[in-house]
């Protein structure tokens, strides 16, 4: 056996369990991920809302401090957690409540205000919702934090079974033209051609669709290392107050953001107390205008009970890496046409992965070893195999 | 059947198409319009190669 042929069989076989261990679950991402990508679509399909009233272009919003006591007086006894400009809806904001400032935002109640009128919209459970259920499902199966690690990890070996499958597929391509496909052949051919032709044309969108998505099962660590790392910075002279209790008026602190910051519109405002704020701060969170600097986030920290500006600082690296990561995951920075063409390769990653599968299982039942299927391409030629 | 290939000439398809996949990728992020459409078609390319690879209907 010649050296060559020992590092492919290495590769074959790296290239097998590597696969054979992700495979299921990557079938589920892949399954699941497809309504998710026309998430808000579905959502205005199955569900009905509460339109904001109609504003004229250049109409001034309601004053935040009323939008959000209205938004209060809908949640009895819940404390704001965040107040989010809605991106695609110009004319609404979301104002998340939990029962205490500390409680898990995960199970917050999402009121929706008119953010011209500063009137109550509706508050949708959306938990029930299919979406929902497909975004769960997606990204933690219901696991919470190690659901979220475990898919990661299994997104990891995604990775490392399409680089390795670039090495293989060279040997399975010796004596064929880029592209060929033997229609006449029997299915366990047919499909080794679908598998390497699907494969090879999807290399740059499966590592970078995989790669983000791992990125984005660390969020929830990330964002710890930005609060004990840069956010704990900022608020040093803080650290010893307890929470806020008497805050001043939110809609001058966004007023003060929005003066520190130039040219960058407010996104979210993180109450004192939350994840993403100091316990004495309103963080107003900005973002810029073109597609990408729209999703670089960058904080302005107002001291919540003086109303003045502590500091605002650009995000380090970790957490501009997570924000660009999310775009090149969910396919959503290029209008519809863009959404179906992440959908269409979504379908095609499906057949890689079922081919996948069933080439496996043919070598299995004939007994040719992967390993060896693969550094030797002749073996799928083999009467055995084309039965 | 074709004579035994090279890398080379096994990987230059493959090569132009991750090149061309990528600018897809990102020029939808850094601008709108045109560069959403650069996009589309960029990453429209390997969807298309595909179906045409799979409906010709010629022996190799």
């Known amino acids: 056996m ?106 917050n109640l999402l009121i929706r205000m008119d953010t011209h009128t500063g009137t109550y919209l509706d508050s949708p459970d959306v938990t029930g919702r299919f979406t929902y259920i497909m975004l769960k499902l997606h990204t933690d199966m219901f696991a919470g934090l190690p659901g979220k690690l475990f898919l990661g990890l299994m997104g990891i070996l995604f990775c490392v079974a399409i680089i390795s499958g670039i090495v293989v597929y060279a040997p399975s391509m010796r004596k064929l033209r880029f592209g060929a496909y033997r229609a006449q052949r029997t299915r366990v051919v047919r499909w080794l051609d679908v598998h390497n032709l699907a494969g090879i044309l999807l290399v740059a969108w499966t590592l970078v669709v995989g790669f983000t998505g791992v990125i984005n099962t660390w969020a929830d660590l990330v964002l710890k290392m930005w609060q004990f790392g840069q956010l704990a910075e900022m608020t040093a002279q803080y650290k010893d107050r307890p929470v806020a209790s008497k805050l001043t008026s ?31 701060h309103y963080a107003v969170f900005l973002h810029g205008d073109t597609p990408l600097t729209s999703r670089l986030l960058k904080p302005a920290l107002i001291d919540a009970e003086a109303g003045t ?60 070893s992967q390993e060896r299927a693969i550094a030797n391409a002749a073996a799928i030629d083999k009467p055995a195999l084309t039965s | 059947m074709v004579a035994r290939r090279s890398l080379t000439q096994i990987f230059a398809a493959p090569l132009v198409i991750a090149i061309v996949s990528t600018v897809g990728l990102i020029s939808a992020l850094v601008g709108d319009g045109w560069w959403d459409a650069v996009s589309w078609a960029a990453l429209g390319l390997p969807v298309l190669l595909y179906l045409l690879f799979i409906c010709r209907r010629r022996p190799n």
């Open chain 1, 2 to 107: 010649t050296a060559t042929t020992k590092s492919l069989r290495r590769w074959g076989a790296v290239h097998k369990w590597t696969s054979l261990i992700c495979t299921l679950f990557m079938l589920l991402l892949c399954i699941t991920g497809l309504p998710l990508i026309f998430h808000d679509e579905i959502d205005d399909l199955l569900h009905s809302s509460v339109k904001p009233a109609e504003a004229p272009a250049g109409t001034a919003p309601a004053d935040l401090d009323h939008l959000l006591a209205n938004a209060l007086a809908q949640a009895p006894g819940k404390v704001p957690h965040f107040l989010i400009w809605d991106r695609d809806e110009p004319g609404t904001i979301w104002v998340s409540v939990g029962p205490t400032i500390d409680a898990n935002p995960v199970n």
């Open chain 1, 250 to 280: 939110l809609n001058a602190a966004v007023e003060v953001a929005r003066h520190a910051v130039p040219g960058m519109t407010p996104s979210f405002v993180a109450f004192p107390g939350t994840l993403f704020s100091s316990k004495s």
């Open chain 1, 309 to 368: 500006l502590t500091d605002s600082r650009d995000m380090p690296w970790y957490m501009s890496t997570l924000y660009i990561s999310q775009p090149l995951h969910f396919g959503d920075y290029g209008g519809m046409p863009l959404k179906i063409v992440w959908a269409l390769l979504d379908i095609l990653t499906i057949f890689i992965l079922v081919t996948g599968v069933y080439l496996w299982m043919r070598r299995r039942r004939a007994g040719v």
